[in-house]
């Protein structure tokens, strides 16, 4: 099957920046729609995305944070990432908050294909994946709107949102070997990071030039 042309530039040339190959090929890339604004977003949101899937992966998680990288765990790191980066677009300026508002869209296309992807990877029947990915999305909102909810705590936000670490990240465990502090140190990150975050010019968020921290227990 052929592969379409969008897809194959988008295959090859998905860089933030431009580069020898894509300079060469400037012209063809143009008529191909690669800088069009559909295309422009898509990369933008695959970049998003990549860096936040990164992030959460980090082996610092596991090893030090007592954070399994089993499916919902891993889940639940990448969306509180991509959630940090979904508030700082809330955020953008009235003249980039249409364009804010698409990014979002195609950021959470990003994650919600990757995880059909993660889904089958757990070798569920193929009939059941819409069903998985359905329950997956609505833990998902609830666990954004449990962020959401802690931030806007004007007492004891610091400690609903390790409430809320607790619940979605570390699936309320009650392990002899997760503490208090494990918790606490995962929402110190989370409000590092999103500061991190809500500093960075609109372009350096499409360019997705977040300087996450090492994760630290």
């Not at 500061?195 to 968020?205: F, G, H, Q, W, Y």
């Amino acid at each position: 099957r052929p592969t379409p042309p969008t897809m194959f530039v988008r295959r090859h040339f998905s860089g933030s920046g431009a580069g020898p190959v894509e300079e060469r090929w400037r012209p063809l890339l143009r008529v191909l729609g690669y800088y069009g604004p559909d295309s422009t977003r898509g990369r933008r949101a695959e970049a998003i995305f990549r860096s936040c899937s990164v992030q959460a992966h980090h082996p610092s998680w596991k090893k030090f944070g007592k954070i399994g990288d089993d499916f919902r765990p891993q889940h639940a790191l990448i969306l509180t990432h991509l959630w940090m980066v979904h508030r700082r677009l809330h955020a953008f300026p009235p003249a980039e908050l249409r364009e804010a508002k698409l990014l979002q869209e195609a950021m959470f296309d990003e994650l919600w294909e990757d995880t059909t992807k993660r889904i089958r990877h757990q070798k569920v029947a193929e009939l059941t994946v819409d069903k998985h990915l359905r329950d997956v999305q609505k833990y998902s909102f609830a666990a954004a709107v449990e962020y959401d909810q802690a931030l806007a705590k004007e007492e004891g936000s610091f400690d609903a949102l390790a409430a809320a670490v607790w619940r979605n990240i570390f699936l309320a465990s009650e392990s002899d070997d997760l503490t208090v502090e494990h918790c606490e140190r995962v929402a110190n990150y989370i409000i590092d990071n999103k500061a991190r975050v809500d500093d960075l010019e609109p372009k350096e968020v499409y360019d997705a030039q977040f300087n996450w921290t090492t994760p630290r227990f």
